[in-house]
Every structure is written in C-alpha cells, then in structure tokens.
C-alpha cells in the first residue's frame, strides 16, 4: 500500500529563518512526487512535480529536492505570505489514485 | 477558464438527508476524483474516475456514490447522510500529470 508521510505536523519560524519540510513515501514505480500549497479555506495549489532522485526545482523563496526515499521542500529565508499547509502527493496505477499526505502546516511570524 | 468548479460551496444537511455535489471541469482532463479533508486527516480519497462513464472506489467510499455521465462532470452523491460525513470536499482533475483543485464544498451533517 502506497504511503506518504510528513513531518513536521507543525512548524512556526521567524521571518527570514530558514527550515527544510519533510516527506517520506513508499510507493512502487515512482511517477512522481508533487508539491502543493494549500491556504485556509482554498484547494490546494499546485507547486512542483519532481520525477527522478536527484532532481531539483526552485520557485522564489522555495526549493524542492528527492531522493529515492524522501523529498525536501526548503524554504529560504521565509516571509509571512508563506505561511500555509504544505502538501505532498504520489500517484500510483499511473493516475488511478493521488496519495496525499497529512501536511506541514508552517507559520512565520514577522 | 474557470478550471475546476464545485458547487454548492456550503451545505447544511440534516441526518438521513440526501444531496449531490457537482464537479466541473473545463481542461477536457480524463482523470477526475473525489477527496474528503478532515483536521488531522489530511486528503482521503472517496472515488476516482479515468474517464467518462467509469468510476472507482478510493480509500474511504462508504456512504458515497458517484457517475461521470459527461467528461466534464464528476458527481458525488451521499443518499442517507450521516454527522461522520461532515467534512469539506474537494474535487481534482488532471490529464496526467499535476492535480487541480476546485475551492472545496464544505458539509455539515446535524
């Protein structure tokens, strides 16, 4: 059975201190592992799509990484604005199903 | 494009109640699914679709029904509703690759 898991439940940070997100997956035939944004009251928004260890994908203040067990979603020198449940996702059966993990909820406080 | 529209967004529904949640999507993706998200629970998979005129059970299907009469619509059903089923639901699509979400319909079951 595919698993996702995510840590920390929970992460407050100050403005501008760096912290990495984790995600641990068990799933067979990797076909990717995505990254979303989700804010109160919102769906979740789409981030990152990284398909193979080793590859890296950055968006402003937010980099992605995998290895062949876990991802990384660092986040560098944040700001308030990104505060905001972070999620990760595998598919599995090629798109049959998408599973998600609980999420790491972040605050940063100015 | 309005991409993924649920509809209603709030519903209030007493037990033993029926109701029906409308997903649409204007992207022509193939896959469509069906998610419940509760505090600590993260996203759980209710039913998937892999096209039109099929559909899956996911993780959590009890109590649901669902049809894909149409590419574009993904129905979800609960005959007899219950208080467990208070939850918020977000419907997703994607052709095969990244998910997009609507904004979520949240249910209350008194």
């Known amino acids: 059975e595919d698993q996702v898991t995510q840590s920390p439940e929970a992460l407050r940070l100050q403005e501008g201190e760096s912290s990495s997100l984790n995600c641990s997956y068990t799933v067979s035939g990797l076909r990717g592992l995505f990254w979303y944004r989700q804010d109160p009251g919102k769906g979740p928004e789409f981030l990152f799509t990284l398909y193979s260890a080793g590859e890296e994908k950055e968006k402003e203040r937010l980099k992605a990484t995998l290895t062949k067990k876990e991802s990384f979603l660092h986040i560098t020198a944040p700001k308030p604005e990104d505060s905001a449940t972070y999620l990760c996702?595998?598919?599995?059966?090629?798109?049959?199903?998408?599973?998600f993990g609980t999420g790491t909820k972040l605050q940063v406080i100015p | 494009n309005a991409g993924v529209t649920q509809t209603p967004k709030f519903r209030v529904l007493k037990t033993g109640q029926s109701m029906t949640l409308l997903c649409a999507q204007d992207m022509n993706h193939e896959y469509m699914y069906w998610y419940r998200q509760d505090p600590g629970m993260g996203l759980r998979l209710i039913h998937y679709?892999?096209?039109?005129?099929?559909?899956a059970k996911g993780e959590v299907p009890d109590g649901y029904n669902v049809s894909r009469l149409k590419k574009q619509n993904f129905l979800l059903g609960l005959e007899s509703a219950a208080p467990s089923q208070t939850s918020v639901y977000f419907c997703a699509s994607t052709y095969s690759g990244e998910l997009f979400f609507g904004e979520g319909s949240r249910l209350t079951v008194l």
């Open positions: 679709s892999v096209g039109e005129g099929t559909t």
């Open positions: 996702a595998v598919p599995s059966g090629g798109y049959q199903k998408v599973t």
